[in-house]
């Protein structure tokens, strides 16, 4: 693959979690003097037992920090689980989330100086210092934004039930019926200080193959955010989180039929939309083995490529963003 | 000994951490049938990284629970530090408190509960719930309280400054001098519910070899507790936490001297005072090897006994408590 003459200085990603955390790997190891600033999702914090949980945020953190366990993708490597015993034994509920003592003690640091008035994105900062991270951590935003899932009631039957997003992801493993996603508190959210500036002085931005609706979806719906995006000069580049009908990781699937998405990456991109027709896609990668949907894409004016997007190792990932930084060379001409 | 015609019912007691812990070990096994009330010293509460931590209310709580560290005498029993390490690691102070995960797990428990508005009682009760206590055990106060002890500054020669009761105790080990011992905010504090009235309505009221400054000294510092003490129809009991010169455990001794008591038995019951004579005490057991202080006592209007005060082991305390309770006998013929 022939490298662009111009290369990138300032890359800023759209990220989710752990699809986010993987794309970000692949693109340090791309472009390792590249200038990251990584606006993160925060609209599946939660919070348990007092505790502030930002799960995308310290996903990202914990990856990039070299912390993450690498079998589970999420919390913390070489994790124990006294806490959670312990309050299973003193009869605490929820038990269904899953918080290792090593996570609890970034959750205590968080919740302590986001009580002592300390905003996320200072507390985000303070907590990134600790892993010496590679890229520049924002949250989208600091005001308090959380998914809330429309769900038949598994209690009772015919009848519908609003639940946080981490119990309709963690404890139902997104198995039963979504009717709407609302992310509550985002209408009157304000995006973070530094967001609309990242987006706007950057060189390329990308969204990478995270949760189109309850990752990207809910960073893009900050008020300001889908805007500022529209706006850039930038070219925007998005990678496909669904390789044949399938995601990548997770279960982006259940969340998009919840949005009357089907579940491809063509349908992924008009969701999205062309900036030349009010989304907010200059370019989009979609896996080898969809080239046959490229024609639907580029005729919903899209400039798209197909490349191999499994995320398998960061060899390969870092082949991803680098083409992911090709499209948008391609694009700026 | 001569077991009393009359055996005590319900007995309420004074109790701070770890001697007063050990002491109730003694009074359950000699009266295993006794309804015993706890009144447990909260001035040494702290919040630590956001967590409320109740050191005293603990100390009887896993003692009586069966979930003691039997070596350190306080904390969990296979305890870990994870989250200690990682506070750590985070640059985040104090690290001198030692904060084990099973631990935190009882004060996550009990800061959401606070958060949520419940009374420190109920707290109280609803943590001990799991642990099955054999005792009623009350906050001596709902209200927050704090020791705070007027040192020597050690970084600014000359000048003196207030720190907290466990920056004193356990950063500092009680090492540098103390001038002035302020349990802050207990001028406002109310008894919290029941406390008046376990003192009132018992067949006995003792107070064990429990630090007489920090411990016992602040719950009857609670205003309405010390005037419940001196009109009970209950009679008082207490038991030398001073043995010879030094203190049975812990550093006693230290916070005698900021009060200007001696650090002796006959000192710590004139400090006390006799109940004939607008102090606390009907009677006082002291050691064996004290026996020669008997007449000093005495000669304050104390009911004075003379027995072995090691509580080198549980049957030894028992008859402690056994002895406590003869006294008591004596004292209402």
Redesign the interface.
């Known amino acids: 693959m022939r490298l662009p003459e111009r290369r990138p200085e300032r890359v800023t990603v759209l990220a989710g979690g752990i699809g986010g955390s993987a794309f970000l790997r692949g693109l340090i190891k791309a472009r390792p003097d590249a200038r990251i600033t990584v606006i993160g999702n925060t609209a599946d914090d939660i919070t348990l ?3 502030r949980v930002c799960p995308d945020l310290d996903t990202v953190m914990y990856t990039l920090g070299g912390g993450i366990s690498e079998e589970r993708k999420w919390g913390r490597e070489d994790e ?1 689980w ?2 959670k015993e ?2 299973a ?4 509920e929820p038990t269904w989330f899953g918080l290792g ?2 996570d ?3 959750h ?2 968080r ?2 100086m986001l ?1 002592a008035g300390y905003s996320l994105t200072a507390v985000t900062e ?2 990134c210092a ?1 892993w010496k991270l590679p890229v520049r951590l924002l949250p989208m935003s600091d005001d308090r934004i959380e998914t809330h899932v429309v769900v038949d009631d598994p209690e009772q039957p015919g009848r519908r039930k609003a639940i946080h997003f981490q119990e309709y992801w963690v404890r139902h493993q997104a198995s039963i019926p979504a009717h709407q996603i609302v992310a509550v508190g985002q209408d009157k959210a304000k995006p973070a200080p530094g967001v609309l500036d990242a987006i706007a002085d950057c060189d390329v931005l990308i969204i990478p193959p995270s949760n189109p609706v309850v990752s990207v979806g809910t960073i893009l719906g900050v008020p300001g955010i889908r805007e500022a995006v529209r706006e850039t000069s930038a070219p925007v580049i998005g990678l496909s989180p669904i390789i044949g009908t399938g995601p990548v990781r997770g279960m982006a699937d259940k969340v998009l039929a919840a949005v009357g998405v089907a579940s491809t990456a063509s349908a992924v991109a008009r969701y999205y939309g062309s900036r030349t027709s009010g989304g907010v896609l200059d370019g989009w990668l979609i896996d080898s083995s969809d080239a046959i949907q490229a024609d639907s894409i580029a005729g919903a004016g899209i400039h798209v490529q197909a490349v191999p997007l499994w995320m398998t190792d960061e060899t390969k990932t870092a082949a991803m963003a680098d083409a992911a930084l090709t499209l948008a060379e391609a694009v700026w001409r």
């Open positions: 037992f007092g505790l124990t006294v806490i312990e309050l034994a003193y009869g605490v003592d090593k609890v003690a970034t205590l640091v919740t302590q009580d303070a907590l600790r």
